[in-house]
């Protein structure tokens, strides 16, 4: 196959199945581990000629693009239109080719955020373009008194005072008229004498608003770090396999689960929205200095992607996203780039030797890459053409990253691989078949001004080696959202006791589809049977429950109780104990008009929406047979809403 800049993964399999027969087919299917079938591969592949010769992208910088966008945003700069100006100089600083571009687009963006109040931005860009060290000498005057004015603003006069010295000595190499020189060297020294008359102390900088993921509550578990103590993990047998167990009672809202993921992927169409290294929304964005297909939040990010995956994937990424790659593939893609041979290497030789049905016996860290390989992916299950058409991709991705560099020398894969190539080859397939059961959606929830009602939106995926254990249930005891950088907070919507099943939602939910739609998805998509209460029970949708039964809970077995018209008390069946109708009936009712209350204060205090909710779902669950039940499930959405405003949230205009 010759070189090529585009390349179409559905079309590179088509043509390798066209050119496959009976005998290629056989042969494959005898394979019986992940390297040997990468090895096959290549072969295969030189001997129809069919080995993609990629050629690396172009970086994508321009500068004459830069300079356009850097105009364009010094015009709306001219007439006060600072956000938008902004956007623009960093849409320049995407694709600037020289540092002295890149210099002018941080200086010009700094000038609109400190028009904007947003001093710490400002402060950054000012200090990466210093770091750069391309802006104009004759220009430094005015970026150095504009650090000054940002650290006055946030009452830091030290930092300040030595800013406007600075400036003062910048002034030095300042092309302009003499008398303009004067006037601005005395405004700053006027600035340097009311700073040395006052107070030269730094106030205590603002607050740290950005959003923390909440403690464990129980404490943490001492062999499941990221867990809650009140989790226990087993082996279930075959059919469950490891799987978590409520330890001690747990209440609604508790958090059970705070996790880093092992490894994450920013979807493609979101690379210039959020950042490519942690996820996180971008205000203000720094590039890679060889590429304008990313960029970064900051420069700690860019520097952290700079050094492990990005170094590997920078001139593969254009030619992975014309593909059509799944975050799957991408995901299997990061799990190398993030680590070297020798970790990999080392990670999958423990995972090979042990045995995952005594979980709990041993400390298990979210990172360990033992842990990751260990997760299920049905092998022996698949059938020789899914291996085969995951053998390809794994052998598109490898060759992405012998190009990229990361075996020493960039060269495209031959027919023979080596050692280390058939390892991550080999290592590429498992991961793409482990994050097919594996992997988690990574959201962000989405709102615009007036919007009482967000949207969450899909940005990335990611795997968490700890959730992972959790099994599905269509209806979940858990639910999820995320904070910064990917991290996955999981926090209980109903009460548990112990022994009872911990278990969140792999998609399909009793209040949405029915039994067959759901137990089909999940044949489809994870290859099992779904035994949860809701699935046995034949629960009906959400909008067929009827409103006119009203099931309450008995006092003594908290089993279902059945009562009649003009009933004071009812009798169960099952326990023989009598529960007070009235007094059920009365908790019910008052918890309508709390409903009320709580979905007013979730507008704006989302916090305190959240305790009122729990307090609902208790009472509801202390009266009512529950599930399934309409007020039950309409109290959990709206504690579900609360969760999400207290992760990632972005609020546009």
Known sequence: MGTIKQFSFPLFQEQVHNALNEVDETEFGKLQDNEQRIRYVAKLLAN????????????????????ERRNEGNKLFQIGDFDKAQQLYSASLLVADDPESMCLALANRSAALYNMKQYRLALNDIKELYAIGAYPKHLLYKVSERRARCFLAMDQRLSARDAFRQTMQALDDAKMEADRKTKMRTDVQIMLVMLEKGLLKDAPLPPDTSVKPPALSGGVNPNFPCASNSLRFEWAGNAEGRMARCRSAIRTGDTVLVESPVVA??????RHTHCWHCMERLGTSLPCPTCAEVAFCTAKCRDAALGTHHRWECTFLPILRESKASVTCLLALRLASNNNVDKIRAGLSEAEGRDVRLIGEEKYHSHDLSNFFSLVSHSERRSPRDLLQRSLMAHFLLGGLSQG?????????????????ALIGGALLQALQIAQFNSHEVSELVSRDNDSDPKSLFIGGAVYTTLALLNHSCNPSVMRYHAPGGVVVVRAVRPLQPGDDVSENYGPLWTRE??????QRLRDQYWFECNCEACVGEWPLFEDI??????????????????????????CLVCGHKTSVLASLAGVADTERKMELA?????????????????????LNKFLATPPCKDFVLCQQAVRKCFLQMGNWFKGR
């Not at 993609?52 to 321009?62: N, V």
């Not at 560099?405 to 190539?421: C, H, M, N, R, V």
């Not at 099931?551 to 009798?571: D, K, M, P, W």
């Open 265 to 270: 992927a920013l979807l493609h169409e979101r």
């Open 48 to 67: 129809k000629d069919l080995l993609p010769r990629l050629q690396p992208a172009g970086s994508g910088k321009k500068s004459d693009l830069a300079l």
């Open 514 to 519: 029915s039994r067959d739609v759901r137990q």
């Open 546 to 571: 009827s409103e006119n039964i009203i099931r309450l809970r008995c006092g003594g077995c908290g089993a279902a109780v059945i009562f009649g018209e003009e009933q004071i008390a009812a009798t």
């Open 599 to 619: 979905k007013m204060r979730a507008l704006d205090k989302p916090e305190e929406a959240l305790d009122m909710f729990i307090q609902i779902l208790e009472a």
């Open 405 to 421: 560099g990361y075996f020493g020398g960039k060269t495209a894969l031959g027919a023979e691989l080596s050692a280390d190539q």
